[in-house]
């Protein structure tokens, strides 16, 4: 390409064709870690190569003419939607899980304190009423946590 395009300039007397025909730097050859990495942070930022932006008089790549960068463009906005929508859904599953450890650690204080009270014999009544003390703790602790960030209860 670069041979190419120092020959036409040569040709050029007008220097009309070095903006068509723009220098590619090694920045412009850098592969796209979208392909490689989908979910890496800040795909939104990304830009095109130049040649991707190159313009002919009939070119294949016009938006107007519904060539390959609508498709490029519509490609990408399915795969940015998506994701957006995995987010979405792990953060409602993230939220469910809150909840539901705090319903795990609530139903093991339960449990110990039933048989607590169902306890005939001074040392397993003290083990269970530790145990209830401890689920408790942990309930409490990811109440605490929790607040305000996960799904509120059924």
Sequence with gaps: ???????????????????????????????????????????GTSKLALFWMMEGEQSQLSL???????????INWLK????????????????HEMLWTCLWFEYHKDMWEKRALESTEPGKEAYAKKQMGLWNDFAK??????????????
């Design 80 to 95: 940015a939607r998506a994701r957006r929508d995995r987010w979405k859904e792990e953060v409602s599953l993230v939220r």
């Design 1 to 43: 390409y670069q041979r190419a395009r120092q020959a036409i300039l040569r040709l050029d007397p007008n220097g009309d064709m070095a903006e068509k025909y723009q220098e590619i730097l090694p920045n412009d050859l850098a592969v796209s870690k979208e392909v490689t990495e989908e979910n890496r942070f800040g795909q």
């Design 141 to 154: 602790k990811a109440r605490l946590m929790f607040q305000g960030k996960h799904v509120d209860c059924i």
């Design 64 to 74: 107007l003419g519904g060539g390959l960068m609508e498709e490029f463009y519509r």
